[in-house]
């Protein structure tokens, strides 16, 4: 059973665009939800996080949506540049629990 | 300041052969994690060591894989009779607390490819 699933699949977009990631979660016990970026040759690191008690959270070019009626939440980035061409992970957690991962999508930024 | 880190940074191996994959988590953090990536497959959880906790093995594929962590810190995980399916990164996180929302910082992984 797949508790968080990303789509779409792959994504390219064009520079200056605006990039968008869904995921979608069934465990309602979730309460902690996390983006992670990860570029060729290099682990996973953390981009940005939300809590389910605010529907939206931006940092720079990238924001978290979140949606709770719909169990969803997504990552929107702005102004899209190359140096974004990544695989991008969704994830989910709560209370003491580890993080269960979506299989992830890769970005590509076109100049 | 230094991040995890991870031992060798590639392995080439023979089918059959058991390869040990070493792990250093940064320095005070408590909880540490592998993982599997596999090409289009996501990250694969396969165990977790909380303190001095018993580690949560429920990820491991097979009996041929297991991990073991000394005195707190360093990390060692070791596949038996290696198998060309076992072929992937083996990614080692670490985090403060290892609660839900204690970030991961993750090493560059291994890659390991069995012959």
């Known amino acids: 059973q797949q508790q968080v699933k990303q789509s779409p699949q792959s994504l390219i977009v064009q520079k200056g665009g605006i990039s968008i990631i869904n995921c979608a979660y069934e465990n309602t016990a979730f309460d902690y939800f996390p983006w992670y970026q990860q570029f060729p040759g290099k682990g996973p690191a953390l981009l940005i996080a939300i809590r389910p008690d605010v529907s939206e959270k931006k940092e720079g070019r990238f924001t978290i949506s979140f949606n709770k009626s719909a169990k969803q939440f997504s990552l929107h980035i702005m102004d899209s540049q190359p140096g974004d061409s990544a695989t991008y992970f969704c994830?989910?957690?709560?209370?003491?629990?580890?993080?269960?991962f979506g299989k992830g999508i890769t970005l590509s930024v076109r100049p | 300041g230094a991040g995890v880190s991870q031992s060798p940074s590639n392995k080439v191996t023979e089918k059959g052969k058991d390869v040990e994959l070493r792990c250093d988590p940064i320095s005070g953090h408590t909880a540490l994690y592998w993982y599997r990536q596999s090409l289009g497959q996501g990250l694969e959880f396969l165990i977790y060591f909380q303190g001095n906790s018993a580690p949560d093995k429920s990820g491991l594929p097979s009996d041929r894989f297991s991990a073991e962590r000394t005195g707190g810190s360093v990390s060692t995980l070791t596949i038996q009779r290696t198998q060309q399916e076992d072929s992937a990164v083996y990614l080692c996180?670490?985090?403060?607390?290892?609660?839900?929302?204690?970030?991961?910082?993750f090493g560059n992984g291994t890659r390991l490819t069995v012959t």
């Open positions: 996180a670490s985090s403060l607390t290892g609660q839900g929302a204690s970030p991961l910082h």
């Open positions: 994830a989910a957690s709560w209370a003491n629990s580890k993080l269960t």
